[in-house]
């Protein structure tokens, strides 16, 4: 019923940029908080930033002033700026979406992922 669709992952060189975009589609009320979350070869699911219908953000420590969340709450839509990429950031980036949809219940949706290469 809700679809969350990412883009933007790449192969990047390690101090370059990316920026991921994620829109979500189908029976949306509003949505409380989006996020995007990683998860690198042998790791776990790992928060990364997330950002309330009210504009507050929360960040991991180790993406603290490199990487910037930012949401259109009229187009149902966050992003993520990437600077100065690592190569420990190499992941798959999901995106997430706390949401009031179908029947007016709270649901929580992922996307499909997409992948993020940080290598020379």
């Known amino acids: 019923q809700v679809r969350l669709l990412e883009s933007g992952g790449d192969l990047v060189q390690p101090g370059g940029s990316l920026r991921l975009s994620c829109a979500a589609s189908g029976i949306i009320l509003s949505i409380n908080t989006m996020g995007w979350y990683r998860q690198g070869p042998g790791k776990e699911r790992e928060l990364v930033a997330e950002i309330t219908r009210g504009g507050s953000t929360n960040y991991a420590d180790s993406v603290k002033g490199r990487f910037t969340i930012s949401r259109d709450n009229a187009k149902n839509t966050v992003a993520l700026q990437m600077n100065s990429l690592k190569p420990e950031d190499t992941a798959v980036y999901y995106c997430?979406?706390?949401?009031?949809?179908?029947?007016?219940?709270?649901?929580?949706?992922w996307g499909q992922g997409t992948q993020v290469t940080v290598s020379s």
């Open positions: 997430n979406a706390d949401l009031y949809g179908f029947a007016s219940r709270l649901y929580n949706y």
